[in-house]
């Protein structure tokens, strides 16, 4: 099946930093992506829809000068949370949609696992 | 009321037992359908999609009813290794890959 890596799969920093995290599709090109959150015993909550060349779209809730989302390529979209807090802390994971696979399936990166002290 | 709705469980069940999911969803307008099994700290994988006819793979079987906006999933000869969350999800937007995903079931199979 397609394949998406994460990177990194995990990271620990201070308040008010900031981390980028990397969506890669590595055998298919995904012209949309989609960035959730997990925190625990939680399920699964979209944030974001990650279109190629254009815009995010943010869900309902999301802030979008927090969570900055780019996708430059076919291949990859990167989410930053600016200035990240404590309440930040959770499983960020991404997913890509496979414009060239004969069933419209996401298939989901492994996660990145986020920790603000 | 939440757009996909599970119990979530826990379900505990001895191993080679059969068990089942329920999943009920709000919105009628929901295209299509699945099930995911997510692992402790893992992301979510495809276990399967659910068709209005039923369908089958291997000790799996999913059945949509559209009418009542139920979804279930029935494991048969339950494994070990079938412990794990098991996501209901649906797509909420017809053509637009927006995936809900319900809060899980999380099953153990005992020994």
């Known amino acids: 099946g397609a394949v998406v890596s994460q990177h990194p799969s995990w990271v620990i920093c201070k308040s008010g930093t900031s981390v980028k995290i990397e969506c890669r599709s590595l055998d298919f090109q995904a012209t949309t992506m989609f960035w959730y959150r997990q925190f625990p015993k939680q399920s699964l909550m979209l944030m974001a829809t990650s279109n190629e060349g254009s815009k995010a779209t943010y869900e309902q809730g999301v802030e979008k000068d927090k969570f900055l989302i780019n996708h430059a390529s076919l291949t990859l979209s990167t989410l930053t949370v600016t200035s990240a807090h404590p309440e930040d802390s959770s499983f960020y994971i991404c997913?890509?949609?496979?414009?060239?696979?004969?069933?419209?399936?996401?298939?989901f990166g492994p996660g990145t696992r986020l920790t603000v002290l | 009321r939440k757009e996909v709705e599970q119990d979530p469980g826990p379900f505990n069940v001895p191993e080679g037992a059969t068990v089942a999911f329920n999943c009920t969803y709000s919105n009628s307008a929901s295209q299509s359908f699945f099930w995911y099994r997510q692992d402790c700290r893992k992301e979510p994988k495809l276990l399967m999609s659910?068709?209005?006819s039923g369908n089958e793979d291997g000790r799996f079987t999913a059945q949509l009813n559209r009418a009542s906006q139920y979804i279930s999933l029935l494991i048969r000869d339950s494994k070990l290794s079938d412990s794990a969350t098991y996501l209901c999800?649906?797509?909420?937007?017809?053509?637009?890959?927006?995936?809900?995903f319900g809060t899980g079931t999380r099953l153990t199979i005992i020994p």
């Open positions: 999800v649906v797509n909420t937007v017809g053509g637009n890959e927006k995936l809900t």
């Open positions: 997913s890509a949609r496979d414009i060239g696979g004969v069933t419209d399936t996401q298939y």
């Open positions: 659910v068709y209005s």
